[in-house]
């Protein structure tokens, strides 16, 4: 049993509370990698914003669950040597598709965990949420729940359409299952891909593709019947075209990549959101770097001459997400 209290890390309790009363919202980067969790921790302890350090399941397989405890603990160390004196980090299961998967995660470090049950029939995502609050709650872990399904695809994650949260579940799910926050869908979507260019209208001005408005009525109606209840978003990287057009002139092939506008982010940020996943971003910003690299120096190939860069331009995206969309800057000084 590793206790996460050990490791320096914080559960998402207090973080949230602050979160909902302040009007913003914590950022929650996904990482698998060294260059990616550098770059996270640089950002946060920089503009001393509260992260969640994000890691999926398929992350976990990829970067090693043991590897990646020692990872997240010297995240901590690496942000106190930054000059942040108490970090406030939290290393949190995504998308956790089992008890089991859940249970190994509280027992190895996670100060949070999402359990998602979206997919199943609502009792049994009622019971199956309950049964992991249960557990990880004698531990002094925080759990997410959802109700409502997201369309996209992340990792093993997918589905074709999105079905949004109904408001007249979340008081019974949130009271039976005891869950810290809940995720719910208001049409954002997982990938880069999420929407197509027939559910969007064209920008004259810029030739662009606007997508449709996130459902915010949806979102005040489940504001309405659990007030200042910690509300996280999924799926909700903007996809920056500048990104998008910097690959596709470099020999990548990303057609009618569409994300959620940043403006949007905000105003769900100054609302009950407080936890707003971004993972899309950073993996464009990535890709977009080192496409440069390669296109500019055909003849590179020192890694640290191409993570490096990509590290760079990781970093300053997350700095903007952090100052600009969620305003969590200098919310934990
Ligand atoms: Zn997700």
Redesign the pocket.
Same mark, same amino acid.
């Given at each position: 049993m590793v206790d996460y209290k050990s490791l320096g890390l914080v559960n998402s309790k207090e973080m949230f509370a602050k979160a909902v009363h302040g009007g913003y919202a914590i950022p929650a980067f996904n990482f698998n990698n060294m260059e990616q969790l550098q770059a996270i921790i640089k950002a946060a302890a920089d503009t001393k914003s509260p992260v969640i350090l994000q890691v999926s399941k398929g992350a976990r397989n990829y970067a090693n669950p043991i590897l990646l405890r020692f990872m997240a603990q010297g995240a901590v160390e690496y942000a106190k040597s930054l000059g942040w004196e108490k970090p406030e980090i939290v290393l949190h299961l995504? @998308?956790g598709d089992t008890f089991e998967t859940c249970k190994d995660c509280v027992d190895n470090g996670f100060s949070s965990v999402m359990i998602d049950g979206s997919h199943l029939p609502y009792e049994e995502n009622v019971a199956l949420t309950k049964k992991v609050c249960d557990y990880a709650h004698a531990h002094g872990v925080t759990v997410e729940g959802e109700l409502g399904v997201?369309a996209g695809v992340?990792d093993e994650?997918s589905s074709d359409h999105h079905t949004y949260t109904d408001p007249n579940e979340v008081v019974d799910f949130v009271e039976r299952t005891g869950v810290d926050s809940l995720a719910i869908s208001i049409g954002t979507s @997982?990938g880069a891909y999420k929407f197509t260019p027939e559910q969007c209208t064209l920008d004259e001005k810029t030739g662009r593709l606007v997508p449709p408005p996130l459902a915010f009525d949806v979102l005040e109606a489940v504001e309405a019947k659990i007030p200042g209840f910690p509300i996280v978003l @999924?799926?909700s990287s903007s996809v920056p075209q500048e990104y998008v057009d910097m690959i596709n002139s470099m020999g990548g092939k990303l057609p009618n990549a569409i994300g959620i506008p940043e403006e949007e982010l905000r105003k769900a940020a100054k609302m009950d959101v407080c936890k707003i996943?971004i993972d899309s971003d950073s993996r464009l910003a990535m890709t977009a770097a080192v496409r440069k690299v390669f296109t500019e120096k055909p003849g590179e190939f020192d890694p640290r001459k191409y993570l490096g860069p990509a590290r760079d331009e990781m970093e300053k995206l997350y700095k903007h997400k952090i100052v600009a969309v969620l305003g969590s800057d200098g919310k934990a000084e």
């Open positions: 995504d @998308h997201l992340e994650v @997982h @999924h799926g996943n």
